[in-house]
Antibody, heavy 120, light 109 residues
Framework: EVQVVESGGGLVQPGGSLRLSCAAS????????MSWVRQAPGKGLEWVSGISGSGDSTYYAESVKGRFTISRDNSKNTLYVQMNSLRAEDTAIYYC?????????????WGQGTLVTVSS | QSALTQPASVSGSPGQSITISCTGT?????????VSWYQQHPGKAPKLMIY???NRPSGVSNRFSGSKSGNTASLTISGLQADDEADYYC?????????FGGGTKLTVL
């Protein structure tokens, strides 16, 4: 069974940092791109960042470019996002999602999400 | 990259059909056949319902169908059921990014 499980969320002060992890199982991790998508309270979905299966190609939304860094460890079947210089508007549920292909195209399996709250 | 445009809400009675539109530009919806639709029930993770404009993942009811014309994609749900009541989001590949629509709340009357 394909499964992705996020962890690492929590309360952080503005300007602080946080690293989220996503543990994957049930599929050949290195064969598929992965993405982070967030949802602010009561709002819609916002794609945040994606990474190819090999990890060679990374992509970011303008709203997080320069502050967030996506990475993956294919030996550990784990996806990460390092979030720096956090702002109140980064408060959201962060979902990890598996793609159907090697490159970011279609998100076919989603985790349950981890909540990040940026507040003093 | 701006969000794709969806109606905020649609409604229909059980057994009826509804269509949700998703309007983008030639740089996203109109330029590529990588339009997806997701269903999200309250407090749950999104679920893929349609991919690559018209394809249904295994396990998704054939009451759900997708199409595209120019810069506008559409999701049609036929034979509405109570459990279809949810938020629906479209998304599109846009080369260096992925863009979502603002979401449409479907109410089954």
């Amino acid at each position: 069974e394909v499964q992705v499980v996020e962890s690492g969320g929590g309360l952080v002060q503005p300007g602080g940092s946080l690293r989220l992890s996503c543990a994957a199982s049930g599929f050949t991790f290195s064969s598929y791109a992965m993405s982070w998508v967030r949802q602010a309270p009561g709002k819609g979905l916002e794609w945040v960042s994606g990474i190819s299966g090999s990890g060679d190609s990374t992509y970011y939304a303008e709203s997080v470019k320069g502050r967030f860094t996506i990475s993956r460890d294919n030996s550990k079947n784990t996806l990460y996002v390092q979030m720096n210089s956090l702002r109140a508007e980064d408060t959201a549920i962060y979902y990890c999602a598996k793609d159907m292909r090697q490159f970011v195209r279609t998100l076919d399996q989603w985790g349950q999400g981890t909540l990040v709250t940026v507040s003093s | 990259q701006s969000a794709l445009t969806q109606p905020a809400s649609v409604s229909g009675s059980p057994g009826q059909s509804i269509t949700i539109s998703c309007t983008g530009t030639s740089s996203d919806v109109g330029g590529y056949n990588y339009v997806s639709w997701y269903q999200q029930h309250p407090g749950k993770a999104p679920k893929l319902m349609i991919y690559e404009v018209t394809n249904r993942p295994s396990g998704v009811s054939n009451r759900f169908s997708g199409s595209k014309s120019g810069n506008t994609a559409s999701l049609t749900i036929s034979g509405l059921q109570a459990d279809d009541e949810a938020d629906y989001y479209c998304s599109s590949f846009a080369v260096t990014t992925t863009v979502f629509g603002g979401g449409t709340k479907l109410t089954v009357l």
